[in-house]
């Protein structure tokens, strides 16, 4: 059960990674829940690929550790956090973009 737990986490970690990576090496700020006003504001590029970065790493991470315990169907446990943290951003910032 852990597995499949870290295996959720980790494709969640990875599709947060991709809007903070993109904006990084783009130039452009983006939303952190650290800039200010909090949850609102927005950080700095550098800030947003380092974060980027961070859950790319952390993600990976996750992912070695549980490819050797060759959990079964472990793979839509990782395409279940992707898609649901996808679909809860996506709401959340298009709220903040167009709201």
Do not use: D
């Not at 980790?10 to 800039?35: D, K, M, Q, V, Y």
């Not at 839509?76 to 910032?93: E, P, Q």
Request: proline share 3%; charged share 10%; with cysteine.
């Amino acid at each position: 059960m852990m597995m499949y737990l870290m295996m959720l986490i980790a494709g969640i970690l990875l599709c947060n990674a991709l809007p903070h990576l993109a904006s990084g090496l783009r130039g452009e700020r983006f939303f952190t829940l650290w800039a200010k006003p909090f949850g609102t504001g927005r950080s700095s590029a550098f800030e947003n690929f380092l974060w980027g970065a961070a859950n790319l790493f952390v993600a990976v991470f996750l992912l070695t550790r549980t490819a050797s315990q060759n959990v079964p169907h472990g793979l839509f446990a990782v395409a279940l956090g992707f898609l649901a943290a996808g679909a809860t951003l996506s709401i959340l910032f298009g709220k903040r973009v167009s709201g």
